[in-house]
């Protein structure tokens, strides 16, 4: 069975068994066929050692010539081998006692490796395996495409390496392949070219070519976005099932009547957004809905008009930011364009107590139509006459729960989330596959991109007596650093260092330091300080990269650039370029940076796109690093690669919501997705318990 234990399987035991659990969370059969190679190498093209070249890596069929131990000071096994064309020595430096009595003269061998040279050609500890009297070459090891394994050194020391990984891997699809039961719809599998689940396991370990290794992958990967799509869509269709809302209509005199009094013109992708939440509000079930937007965008005038969508038809509005600088930015931008057409307050932990009260009484009575304000929101004694429209500023700083508690401060409230932080379109479908998605990319046009510059170390003091030119004109500076104290393993300066330095170069200027271990109120104290251009220079990790808007800061130094993922540095320079003045970002790097490291910072310099940007960080350091996405635990799908199964999310999600659309009695299942599973039998087999973890 494949949920028997490892133990079982030839070559394990349980002391071997309790080693995989531990390392590698290895626990049953399927946990291994499911343990995903690392990387593959091509050992399937056999060349005459004649012709072998330095450097190359190459597998040959040899003859045992000769076998010696050799060496002085470090001993090693020197085995020559020949095929007629020219002898290779091929050499390994431990084990050697071992390896000595099992090679014979005479035997004959696959050998695949890399060619070095010292003082004749040689292979050192190449991967071998003999071949047997028929001469038929029937190895796991060599002469195939030959999968890579991620292993600890304590599974190495355990004879877990890639070699023996591929020896139990080999009598564990030998034993129990026939077991591997296909769950797929068989029409699924045809549309989308998919092969079958037991073809797919054997061709990930044992693959004939490097395509059948990735369609292997792809149907891997196609479970396992399937099972999570199936799941998004059986939460928005629960969610629309269970809730109905009293009365959906809403009423536009008030928008027109704001929007015709804003100062600018919305872009098209704005009116847009905002004609998309208003259809969604006047649905018939909740809205849930992520509004996405790069940095400048303008999702707060968004938001002010979803709010007096809400007030228009009786209903409150709650907005949530996830600090209290930011909370009040948001305040006293609503409070500027709305004042006239809905009551706003502000409630935070600072709130003192004599004006909390007024306000939680105005809140339960609904003479407040907006209520702006941080974590103090989801307390128990906030409550809401009608609270009708939930709006979550950067959603990735809340928790799941923390934002279930303040829905269930309504009935049956809309729910707009909102991010600044531009997400791939591959990682929006997996990650808010229960969502529906509004995307602003287009900037207002009175908005002045940011002038973008990337230099070395040695250019430092022209960025120092650039930093004093422009604070000496009344302007402001922030200068990132990615570390706070000084680490003895990564030659990088911290953000405590570099303010000390700072205050020596400038002792003029005032200099302040922010960073993520302050508390709280003493970074808000320091970023309202910032803001009231009591601060020339700021000295900060990323903490700042969302949230505040200072115009008057319009230089942007961040030092150790290549430490910063892409999306992150970009999001670090949305903070200036936020008034009317011409803004700067710096992006510095150490002289000796790889040529790979400063093509990456160089998109920077080409676009200031947030959409393009994200792709590209997608494409470098994969799902798990982007910013936001770590706490959801999408970083570590087995087999989906979300920079390039886009084709592959959106079939997933199109069958996932087909089928749970049309399941007429899907409000019998709870939300225990092993009830699910149990109403559509095709999902139990779908690596159920590696999903389901994911999934919580």
Do not use: W
Not at 91 to 110: A, E
Not at 446 to 467: A, C, D, W
Not at 658 to 672: K, L, N, Q, R
Request: hydrophobic share 40%.
């Amino acid at each position: 069975m494949l949920d028997s234990s490892v133990q079982y399987i030839k070559g394990i035991g349980p002391k071997k068994a309790e080693l995989l659990r531990a390392e590698a969370g290895i626990e049953t059969v399927e946990d291994l066929l499911y343990y995903i190679p690392r990387r593959y190498l091509d050992r399937s093209s056999l060349k005459p050692i004649g012709s072998l070249g330095v450097g190359e890596i190459a597998t040959i069929v040899a003859t045992v010539e000769n076998i010696s131990i050799a060496g002085s000071r470090r001993k090693f096994l020197d085995v020559i081998v020949g095929d007629g064309s020219g002898i290779l020595h091929v050499v390994f430096f431990g084990g050697i006692h071992f390896l000595h009595k099992m090679f014979s003269p005479g035997d004959t061998l696959l050998f695949s490796g890399r060619v070095d040279f010292f003082k004749t050609r040689q292979m050192v500890h190449p991967e071998f395996d003999f071949i047997d009297s028929d001469s038929r070459i029937a190895s796991i090891h060599a002469g195939r495409i030959v999968p890579l394994y991620p292993s600890s050194e304590k599974l190495r020391a355990a004879g877990f390496d890639s070699r023996g990984f591929r020896r139990v891997m080999r009598t564990a699809i030998d034993s129990f392949a026939n077991e591997i039961t296909e769950m797929l719809p068989s029409e699924m599998m045809r549309d989308y070219g998919l092969p079958s689940l037991r073809e797919a396991i054997i061709s990930l370990h044992f693959p004939e070519t490097f395509d059948d290794a990735e369609r292997a992958r792809r149907r891997l990967a196609f479970n396992e976005l399937f099972f999570m799509q199936c799941y998004l869509a059986f939460a928005r269709k629960k969610l629309r099932e269970k809730t109905q809302k009293r009365d959906n209509s809403v009423k536009t005199e008030v928008l027109k009547k704001f929007l015709a009094r804003l100062p600018f013109e919305l872009t098209n992708d704005q009116k847009k957004a905002i004609e998309e939440i208003k259809n969604s509000m006047n649905e018939p079930f909740p809205m849930n809905r992520m509004l996405q937007g790069d940095v400048g965008a303008g999702k707060t005038v968004v938001a002010m008009a979803a709010s007096l969508l809400a007030v228009s038809r009786g209903e409150q509005a709650a907005v949530m930011a996830p600090t209290e600088i930011l909370a009040a930015q948001h305040y006293a931008t609503f409070a500027r364009f709305i004042a006239d057409d809905a009551r706003v307050e502000l409630l935070t932990g600072s709130t003192k107590k004599s004006r909390r009260e007024e306000i939680l009484k105005g809140c339960m009575k609904g003479e407040i139509d907006i209520l702006v304000g941080t974590h103090a929101l989801i307390q128990r004694d906030v409550a809401f006459s009608n609270l009708g429209l939930i709006i979550i500023d950067e959603q990735h700083r809340f928790g799941v729960r923390q934002r279930a508690l303040l829905r269930e401060k309504g009935n049956s409230p809309d729910l707009l989330v909102m991010t600044a932080t531009p997400i791939p379109r591959s990682l929006s479908l997996t990650l808010y596959g229960d969502l529906d998605l509004t995307i602003i990319r287009e900037k207002p046009s009175s908005r002045i991109p940011v002038k973008t510059y990337l230099f070395p170390e040695s250019k430092k003091q022209g960025v120092y007596n650039s930093i004093r030119k422009y604070v000496l004109q009344k302007h402001q500076v922030y200068y990132v650093l990615p570390l706070i104290d000084e680490s003895e393993k990564l030659d990088l300066k911290s953000a405590t260092e570099a303010y000390e330095e700072l205050k020596q170069i400038f002792p003029e200027f005032s200099i302040a330091l922010l960073h993520g271990k302050m508390p709280q109120d003493r970074k808000d104290a320091i970023m309202s300080d910032f803001k009231d251009g009591a601060i020339d220079i700021l000295v900060s990790t990323s903490v700042i990269e969302v949230g505040v808007d200072v115009p008057n800061a319009t230089v942007m130094v961040v030092q150790h650039a290549e430490r910063f993922g892409l999306s992150q540095l970009h999001q670090l320079r949305g903070r200036v370029g936020r008034g009317s003045e011409q803004s700067f970002c710096v992006y510095m790097h150490p002289d000796d940076i790889s040529s790979e490291a400063l093509e990456r910072l160089k998109i920077l310099e080409k676009t200031s796109d947030g959409f393009v940007i994200a792709e590209e960080d997608l494409k470098i350091r994969g799902a798990g690093e982007l910013i936001g996405t770590r706490q959801h635990g999408y970083g570590n799908l087995e087999f989906s690669d979300l920079s390039k199964d886009i084709d592959l999310i959106i079939k997933a999600r199109k069958e996932a919501r087909e089928i749970i659309e049309s399941a007429d009695d899907i409000h019998t299942v709870g939300f225990d997705f092993r009830q699910l599973a149990g109403r559509f039998p095709f999902l139990a087999g779908i690596r159920s318990k590696r999903i389901l973890a994911i999934l919580s």
